[in-house]
Nanobody, 119 residues
Framework: QVQLVESGGGLVQAGGSLRLSCAAS????????MGWYRQAPGKQRELVAT???????NYADSVNGRFTISRDNAKNTVFLQMNSLKAEDTAVYYC?????????????WGQGTQVTVSS
């Protein structure tokens, strides 16, 4: 199976920055997209940013211009650079991996890392 190890969460003041990392290991063949989602208390999980194996990126409107997603394909690691953080960014952030093997489309989730932005 695929294991996802997340790091980089924590407490930061509004306007500050954090960098999240997610490293995939195990059965990593066929990974074609990685991304970040977040879930705030009382809210549904929402897309933050995604990046394909070819480098195509997609951002939620709420973070576009402030967050940057990138990946190191050789290390199967995805990053999320979060700048100009706002209190509204407070949430548990989950790493997501999409993997295609044969005809199966598989999806994996990290355990989540807490990001708290104080105002």
């Amino acid at each position: 199976q695929v294991q996802l190890v997340e790091s980089g969460g924590g407490l930061v003041q509004a306007g500050g920055s954090l960098r999240l990392s997610c490293a995939a290991s195990g059965s990593i063949f066929g990974i074609n997209a990685m991304g970040w989602y977040r879930q705030a208390p009382g809210k549904q999980r929402e897309l933050v940013a995604t990046i394909t194996s070819g480098g195509s990126t997609n951002y939620a409107d709420s973070v576009n211009g402030r967050f940057t997603i990138s990946r190191d394909n050789a290390k199967n690691t995805v990053f999320l650079q979060m700048n100009s953080l706002k209190a509204e960014d407070t949430a548990v952030y989950y790493c997501n991996v999409k993997r295609r093997i044969f005809t199966a489309n598989l999806e994996y989730w990290g355990q989540g890392t807490q990001v708290t932005v104080s105002s």
